[in-house]
């Protein structure tokens, strides 16, 4: 056919490109001002705290808004203290300002910034009972700028509906605990993310943790049927299988179910989680009916979502070994194993001996298909988990700050703290010291009162060449000498060490 002298127009394809934010896009799904409108891939990593998008901080500047040491008999100190106090009270209160620009905010980046900024005010400058003041008198304001974000209106970008929910869940934390009103408003919004399988899988993870914190932190026994913690748990279960409503779930997404499973598993009792056998389904312990999926986990490729499996069968291990156990009892491990709550001559014994099996395998896994890092850390990790399911010990983990530290030693506790660290960023060891909520959770002694040390105490404990500095230098030379000894035992004819 003749074409007259005019030459087809080839249409154009659409090609992706990654943003210098890490954001995959197309190159028509931006608007005026660059930000991103649809069809947008997060990355695994992404995060509300480390990136370049939005990086003005609306006028927050890091000086004199951190918590220092105080001297009480210093009167400059006490009063620089009082002034920094002051000056964090009105950061906060002009970071919470922003939130009323946000639904009239006409470009996605200075949304997506507005969150950030309100997220790193409500973290670090959010101190206290006055810091959780400030916020509840601008709560309203807050809680309608997110819900306007999540529920995609002015064309909001995944990672704008994605900070907002870490606002919302950062949020939690620092209102406290018995509110039951925060449960309530943001049951049905979080839901409705959670089960939109349209929606990106980060922003759908973001939304269930903040779910779970908002009922691990803010909700009591008074809620309804169906809007309490029971029902997220069972809607943690779904979504951990490997299809929900009818799709394939992100192992990024099954991962953090799994995490928030466990978060809300430790506000029930060891019964709830363990008791039970299968010939008695009424009083069949969760954590029971979820054994078969986390075995199925285990066998993943995605590495965390092995992770979260592993320590959600050592939280379900040890709640099966505390029932029927007075503190005494427990502290035995000879004969734990033979008391009420050990898996021997129940119905799943067989299963966690496969368990047992596949946690030692990823203890000493390795291979070409995994970094020096990963393999590192997957072998520390399923180490730790071995410790409990098969030799029955305690973990333990010690958390330091100044004034005080407090010592961990169940997987219940432990899972609580990785919890609230991934939710508060940088700013958990501030809310650790200043809200009561957090203190009450992990049983947090302040020592002295925060007395700093002078600088000749300083020198003598935390300088390079302290003897505390010295003596762990020591051990360490010591430790690789033992590693190479071994490395190099076979070179010996005699069988000594070198």
Known sequence: MANHGREKKVKPQRRKKKNKDGIITTQDNTDD?????????????????????????????????????????????VNRSIEAAAARASKLADALSIATTITSEKRATKREGAYRALFKSITQYATGNEGMEILQSRWDIVLEACLYTLQGKGNSTPAEQYAACRVLEASSVVLGEDRDDVAENLNGPLKKIINATGRVAQV????????????????????????????????????SAESYRGETVSPILRATALDCWSLLSTTFSDAFIAAGDSDDDYNLGQGLQLLPLLAECLESTDQSLRRSAGECVSMIHECRLNLGMDEEEAANRTERAYRRGSWDGSEWEVLMDEVKQRCAELSVESGHHMSKKDKKEQRATFRDFMSTIVDDENPEEIVNWRGGKVTLNSWQEIIKLNFVRHCLQGGFQIQLMTNETLQAIFGAVFDGSGMPLNQLEKRMYMSKTSEAAKAADKAMTKQRRTRTNVKNHFLTADGDDI
């Open 33 to 77: 001002d660059g930000g991103v409108l649809r069809d947008i891939e997060l990355p695994d990593d992404w995060t509300v705290a480390a990136t370049s998008v939005g990086s003005s901080n609306f006028g927050l500047d890091d000086d004199d808004l951190l918590l220092e040491d105080v001297d009480e008999n210093n009167v400059e100190e």
């Open 204 to 239: 759908r993870s973001a939304a269930l943790r903040c779910l779970a914190m908002v009922h691990f932190i803010c909700g009591t026994n008074c809620l309804e049927e169906g809007e309490d913690a029971t029902a997220v748990l069972a809607l943690c279960e779904k979504v």
